[in-house]
């Protein structure tokens, strides 16, 4: 066991996973953050806390993760190398396994510009895989990238995220094994739509191995509405809703596009359950926290299961 983290354990055991997501609020109201890991509570085995999801300020991911920790949540922090160069990405590393964050998403970050402060200075001193890298290093041989020893290591189960939609395809496996390289114990998915695509990309990841060597959640959004979906297939960067989709639920009448979107999100799960190399389901119901009971549950996956 790498972490001791409940994520690792349930995993570990061969159970299908269940994560979830909090984005924290543009203020410092910390009753924000605890209701909606209410919602969340016995329905995960681990909560990512984003961490200025597209470049939009908001409360710190590890503020955000002690609340979600102190709500009786196993709390996931999310860290991304737009903000911090290797000092301050190592410091708040050893401060977050210092209060008992025991997992851990590397991540890029959005570019600045989609931001409110567009005219901030992006730092990229390292990339993702890099990072990963670095906190593996410090975890399984108790060194700073320096040489140093640390006093005390830290303790995290290692996640990264990948996009199979993001052109080129062609180099969307091969950025996934670079990752796994670096040593990432995990992995969540981009929000899937294309069902089709997914396919394709888990049997190219498979010839390469990377469903033995990771373990992988895939990533679901249910759709609150037709708007929400011709939105994100137009505006959000490396979104792939094919047309059949948004259709399907478009020819519901407004006041029930909503329950459709959760029902096409738990035939989804239950897809997703059944195909070789998944090994856990990533549920982002963005700002629509109080529906994850109905999605998880529907989904089969209630109660959470409890492993020592």
Known sequence: MKSGSNLEKVLEAGHFAVTAE????????PDIVREKAAFVKGNVDACNITDNQTSVVRMSSLAGCLLVK??????????????????ALQSDLLGASAMGVRNLLCLSGDHQKFGDDPQAKNVFDID???????????????????GEKLQGAPKFYIGCAVNPFADPYEIRVPRFKLKADAGADFVQTQCIYN??????YMEDAKKEGLHERVKILAGVTPLKSAGMA???????????????????????????QAAKGIEMCIEQIHELKE?????GAHVMAIEWEEKL???IGGAGLLPRPQVD
Do not use: W, Y
Not at 70 to 87: A, F, H, K, Y
Not at 275 to 279: K, P, S
């Open 22 to 29: 909090c984005g924290p609020p543009r203020g410092a109201d």
């Open 293 to 295: 009971e109905e999605i």
């Open 230 to 256: 011709k939105f994100m297939k137009k505006f959000v960067a490396g979104m792939d809703i094919p047309d059949d989709v948004i259709k399907r639920i478009a020819d519901e009448p407004k006041e029930k």
């Open 128 to 146: 993702s895989m890099q990072l990963i890298h670095m906190v593996k290093v410090m975890r399984d041989e108790g060194l700073f990238p320096s």
């Open 195 to 200: 069902m089709d695509k997914f396919k394709q």
């Open 275 to 279: 195909m070789e190399g998944i090994a």
């Open 70 to 87: 102190e709500s009786g949540t196993e709390p996931l922090i999310q860290m991304v190398v737009r903000d911090r160069n290797r000092i």
